[in-house]
C-alpha cells in the first residue's frame, strides 16, 4: 500500500492541526539598549529597527513590547563613563538600575532581565577585569557579582550573566542570597561561543575589545561536549535557567543540552543571525518575515523554551 504523508499537508488547517513545534510570542525575551539622556532614540545602523534609548523612551519601548504580546525584556547598558574595572557597572544609580526602576513603575506586567557583564562598562571592552593583557578570572568574580545585585535591589526580575568568567554563577548566587534576593532566578549564558555573529551588537553596545578577542574566555565554536560540562558546571553552581549562544549555528548544541539536563533552555538569535536577514530581505533576495519565522521554529524545535530576539515584538505582530 502507498503511504500518503501528503495528506495532512493539502490545507493550513490540517498542516496546523499536525504541527509538532509551536512558536508563539510567549517564547521570546526582546533586547533593548538604554543610554543616559532624555527623548534620545539613536538608530543602530547595523541593526536596522533597533536603536539605543535614553529611559523615556525605553518605557515606551517596554509598552509597545508588552502590548505587543511579548513577556520579557532584557537590558543592555552604556553608561556615562568607563573606566578598567567597570565601576559604573556597580553603581546602584546607574543606568541599569534606573532602566529596571522606570520599567517596573511604568510597564506593569512585563518581565525585566539584566545583563550581567563588564564589555559595556570597561575602557577596554572586555568580559573581566583586566590584569596586564590577561583577562582575569577570579577578579573579575566580585564585580560581576555586585553588578547583579544591584540590578536586582532596582527591582529585576532576572539577572544573565554573559561573561563566561569560571565561577560566576557561584559568586552571583552567593550574593544574590546574602543581600536578600535569594528568591531572584539566574539565567546563566551556559554556553557561548567566540562567534564571529556579534558584530552588529558590539556597534549597539559600544563594546569591541580593544586589545585581542575573546576567545581565552568564550568557547571555541568547535566544541559541543564542552558546552555540555559548562552547562553542568552553571546548573551545580546555581543556574535556573541556561543558554547557548549564538542560536542558529548551534542547534545541535541546543539539542544536546535539552535532552541531556531537561531544564530551562534559552537560545540567544544575535545580531548577525539578524542583520543578515534583515539586509538580504532589504535587497529582496528573501523574503524576510518567512525567512525570520523559519529560523525561530528551527530554534524551538530545537529545544529552546526560551528565544531571545531582535525580531520578539516584530514577529509577536506577525504571528497573530
Request: glycine share 8%; with cysteine.
Amino acid at each position: 500500500m502507498i503511504q500518503r504523508p501528503r495528506n495532512l499537508r493539502s490545507s493550513p488547517l490540517l498542516r496546523a492541526l499536525v504541527r509538532e513545534t509551536t512558536l508563539a510570542p510567549s517564547n521570546f525575551i526582546q533586547p533593548l539598549f538604554v543610554r543616559p539622556g532624555k527623548n534620545e532614540r539613536r538608530p543602530i545602523k547595523s541593526m536596522p529597527g533597533n536603536f539605543q534609548l535614553s529611559v523615556d523612551q525605553l518605557v515606551k519601548e517596554g509598552k509597545r513590547t508588552r502590548d505587543a504580546g511579548v513577556p520579557a525584556v532584557i537590558l543592555f547598558g552604556i553608561p556615562e563613563k568607563k573606566d578598567a574595572r567597570a565601576s559604573s557597572g556597580t553603581d546602584p544609580d546607574g543606568i541599569i538600575p534606573r532602566a529596571v526602576k522606570a520599567l517596573k513603575d511604568g510597564v506593569p506586567g512585563l518581565l525585566v532581565a539584566t545583563d550581567v557583564c563588564l564589555c559595556e562598562y570597561t575602557d577596554h571592552g572586555h568580559c573581566g577585569i583586566v590584569e596586564g593583557h590577561r583577562i582575569a578570572n577570579d577578579a573579575s568574580l566580585p564585580v560581576l557579582a555586585a553588578m547583579a545585585a544591584a540590578h536586582a535591589k532596582a527591582g529585576a526580575d532576572l539577572v544573565a550573566p554573559s561573561d563566561m568568567m569560571d565561577g560566576r554563577v557561584a559568586a552571583i548566587r552567593a550574593r544574590l542570597d546574602e543581600t536578600g534576593f535569594a528568591d531572584t532566578p539566574i539565567m546563566a549564558y551556559s554556553a557561548k561561543y567566540a562567534s564571529a555573529f556579534y558584530g552588529p551588537f558590539r556597534d549597539a553596545a559600544e563594546s569591541p575589545p580593544k586589545f585581542g578577542d575573546r576567545a581565552t574566555y568564550q568557547m571555541d565554536p568547535a566544541n559541543a561536549l564542552e558546552a555540555l560540562r559548562e552547562v553542568e558546571l552553571d546548573l551545580a553552581e546555581g543556574a535556573d535557567i541556561v543558554m547557548v549562544k549564538p542560536a542558529l549555528p548551534y542547534l545541535d548544541v541546543i539539542r544536546r543540552v535539552k535532552d541531556r539536563f531537561q531544564r530551562p533552555t534559552a537560545a540567544y538569535c544575535v545580531s548577525g543571525e539578524f542583520s543578515m536577514v534583515k539586509a538580504a530581505g532589504a535587497a529582496g533576495w528573501l523574503d524576510e518575515k518567512r525567512a525570520a519565522l523559519e529560523i525561530l521554529t528551527s530554534i524551538r524545535r530545537a529545544g529552546a523554551d526560551l528565544i531571545v530576539t531582535y525580531w520578539a515584538t516584530e514577529a509577536a505582530g506577525w504571528l497573530k
